[in-house]
């Protein structure tokens, strides 16, 4: 039950693109589509933003998007916001009703 | 409106024990898996245990098996984490969340705090 890996950090300016990968082995982000996705702001509650890899829960905004090859998922962020500044974390299933997260990604904003 | 509301946390000395609640609403709460999810300081989401709607069925993370039990009670819409043994390691904000199908979460509570500490 080793987390996943993420960049510790990654910065983009309004209107840009960013992508934050999570990079897995085979037992669980390639072994399974079962990747998610959680924005988390300080002092709130984890949000919802990616489920089965790509799939965005109602309310979520289209530039959300996410993607997976091989061992690795990857969340991009078209036309950042400002609103858009959180940590972001991956989560995989992993396996016999266990379930792994990334390390989180701190995204900012500038 | 979905809520979940975490409660119990607080201060625990070093091998202690701790039960913490989670109480739902805004939906049939005897129908969904449930997870316990926690955050040490300044450190990420580690998943800790979930629970099957029914309470037949349960898993934990290596980290806390055989010393942590999740339960539920469906009657009164709550969730709990008994929480034994415990170390500095497991000062964490816990988080209830529910699961919302395709191994995901989508709704969590703001947590309560857990501090291990002599």
């Known amino acids: 039950q080793s987390a996943l890996t993420q960049p510790r950090s990654v910065s983009g300016s309004p209107g840009q693109s960013v992508t934050i990968s999570c990079t897995g082995t085979s037992s669980d982000v390639g072994g399974y589509n079962y990747v998610s996705w959680y924005q988390h702001q300080p002092g709130k509650a984890p949000k919802f933003m990616i489920y089965d890899v790509s799939k965005r829960p109602s309310g979520v905004p289209d530039r959300f998007s996410g993607s997976k090859s091989g061992n690795t998922a990857s969340l991009t962020i078209s036309g950042l916001q400002a609103e858009d500044d959180a940590d972001y974390y991956c989560?995989?299933?992993?396996?016999?009703?266990?379930?792994?997260f990334g390390g989180g990604t701190k995204l900012t904003v500038l | 409106e979905v809520q979940v509301v975490e409660s119990g946390g607080g201060l625990v000395q070093p091998g202690g024990s701790l039960r913490l609640s989670c109480a739902a609403s805004?939906?049939?709460?005897?129908?969904?898996?449930m997870h316990w999810v926690r955050q040490a300081p300044g450190k990420g989401l580690v998943w800790v245990s979930q629970?099957?709607?029914?309470?037949?069925?349960?898993s934990y993370a290596d980290s806390v098996k055989g010393r942590f039990t999740i339960s539920r009670d469906n009657a009164k819409n709550t969730l709990y984490l008994q929480m034994n043994s415990l170390s500095a390691e497991d000062t964490a904000v816990y988080y209830c969340a529910r699961d919302g199908g395709s191994y995901s979460a989508d709704y969590w509570g703001q947590g309560t705090l857990v501090t291990v500490s002599s």
């Open positions: 989560c995989s299933y992993a396996g016999s009703y266990t379930w792994v």
């Open positions: 805004g939906f049939t709460f005897s129908s969904y898996w």
């Open positions: 629970i099957n709607p029914d309470a037949s069925g349960s």
